[in-house]
Nanobody, 124 residues
Framework: QVQLVESGGGLVQDGGSLRLSCAGA????????MGWFRRAPGKEREFVAA????????IYADSVKDRFKISKDYAQNTLRLQMNSLKPEDTAAYYC?????????????????WGQGTQVTVSS
């Protein structure tokens, strides 16, 4: 069983930055794709970013492309999401997930383990 734990959320002003972390994948970290999703109040969960077994294999939602960067910290077996130029519409609970396979995917059904989420609030 894999227990993913997100951290790094908080309150930030419009245009600010945050870095989210996701730990808990343990020894299988790096073997499978991992992703970030978010859910805003009253909305469905949506894809944000994903990274494959290869660090060069990344995909992003159009709404965050060029502002967010997903990466892996192998020293700490931790998934990161660097979020820059944050906007109020980025306000949501952010979840990390571990995929079934090695390729990054956009569908949440492609992921088998999920964290409990960390709240990001961007004030205008």
């Amino acid at each position: 069983q894999v227990q993913l734990v997100e951290s790094g959320g908080g309150l930030v002003q419009d245009g600010g930055s945050l870095r989210l972390s996701c730990a808990g994948a343990g020894r299988i970290f790096g073997s499978y794709a991992m992703g970030w999703f978010r859910r805003a109040p009253g909305k469905e969960r949506e894809f944000v970013a994903a990274i494959g077994r290869s660090d060069f294999d990344t995909i992003y939602a159009d709404s965050v492309k060029d502002r967010f960067k997903i990466s892996k910290d192998y020293a700490q077996n931790t998934l990161r999401l660097q979020m820059n130029s944050l906007k109020p519409e980025d306000t949501a609970a952010y979840y990390c997930a571990l995929g079934f396979g090695s390729l990054p995917k956009r569908g949440d059904y492609e992921y088998r383990y999920w964290g409990q989420g960390t709240q990001v609030t961007v004030s205008s």
